[in-house]
C-alpha cells in the first residue's frame, strides 16, 4: 500500500523559534495533502489542504501566517509552525491523497510537537 | 461540510463480532463513506470505504442503509489489537476534504 512518512516524530522547541515538518509520499504522487492537528483525547481538526504548485487553503480559524505550508512537489508537503507558543503544542498529522486511490487517504505517522 | 454522528465508545469480547454505527443524515449525493481508525500516537489507519453498495474487505464490511443515512462497520471477529478510535467520515465529493467527527473508541475484552 501506499506510504507516507512525516518527520520527525516528535520536536521539543523553545518559545518564539520555528519548527519545520516534512510530510513525503513514497511510492505514489499526490496531488492534495491535508493537515490535521490533535489535542490529547480529541479527533483530527483539519487545518489545511494543499496543492502541489499552488498555496493552501486554510480551514476557518487557523491562521496561515503562523502555520505555513508548502507543496511544491508532488511527493513533499512541509508544515511551518512559526514564532511557536506552548499553545502550539499538539499532535500534527500529515495525509496525502494517491492519484490512482483518490478515494483512499494515506496518513503519516504523525509529529508530537511540545513547546516550552 | 456533512457531518457524522457515532457513540463515543463501544465495548466488545475478544473472538466476537463488533458493529460499529454511524448516522450520516445530512449526506450527499456523492459523498463517500470511509471509514478509519487510530491507535494511540499513530496516524489513522484506512479501513474501508463506500458510496452505495456493501463493501467488504480482509479488515471489515460495511453496511450502508439504503437511504445512504447510515452506515455499519463491521469486524467479524475482534481481537485485541482492534482496540482502537473508529472514525466514520464523510469525503466532500465538491472539495475532497475528510473531516472527521467524534469517533467510537472501541474496547475489546479479553
Known amino acids: 500500500g501506499a506510504v507516507v512518512s512525516q518527520h520527525p516524530s516528535w520536536v521539543i522547541c523553545k518559545s518564539g523559534t520555528s519548527v519545520k515538518i516534512e510530510c513525503r509520499s513514497l511510492d505514489f504522487q499526490a496531488t492534495t495533502m491535508f493537515w490535521y492537528r490533535q489535542f490529547p483525547k480529541q479527533s483530527l481538526m483539519l487545518m489545511a489542504t494543499s496543492n502541489e504548485g499552488s498555496k493552501a487553503t486554510y480551514e476557518q480559524g487557523v491562521e496561515k501566517d503562523k502555520f505555513l505550508i508548502n507543496h511544491a512537489s508532488l511527493t513533499l508537503s512541509t508544515l511551518t509552525v512559526t514564532s511557536a507558543h506552548p499553545e502550539d503544542s499538539s499532535f500534527y498529522i500529515c495525509?496525502?491523497?494517491?492519484?490512482?486511490?483518490?478515494?483512499?487517504?494515506?496518513f503519516g505517522s504523525g509529529t508530537q510537537l511540545s513547546v516550552l | 461540510d456533512a457531518k457524522t454522528t457515532q457513540p463515543n465508545s463501544m465495548e466488545s469480547n475478544e473472538e466476537e463480532p463488533v458493529h460499529l454505527p454511524c448516522n450520516h443524515s445530512?449526506?450527499?449525493?456523492?459523498?463517500?463513506i470511509h471509514w478509519y481508525r487510530q491507535l494511540p500516537s499513530q496516524g489513522p489507519e484506512y479501513v474501508i470505504h463506500g458510496l452505495t453498495s456493501n463493501v467488504n474487505n480482509r479488515m471489515a464490511s460495511l453496511a450502508i442503509a439504503e437511504d445512504r443515512k447510515s452506515s455499519t462497520l463491521i469486524l467479524h471477529r475482534a481481537t485485541l489489537r482492534d482496540a482502537a478510535v473508529y472514525y466514520c467520515?464523510?469525503?466532500?465529493?465538491?472539495?475532497?476534504?475528510?473531516?472527521f467527527g467524534t469517533g467510537t473508541r472501541l474496547k475489546v475484552l479479553a
Open positions: 495525509s496525502a491523497i494517491d492519484r490512482n486511490w483518490n478515494e483512499k487517504l494515506f
Open positions: 467520515i464523510l469525503r466532500d465529493s465538491g472539495t475532497y476534504k475528510y473531516i
Open positions: 445530512t449526506i450527499s449525493g456523492t459523498d463517500y
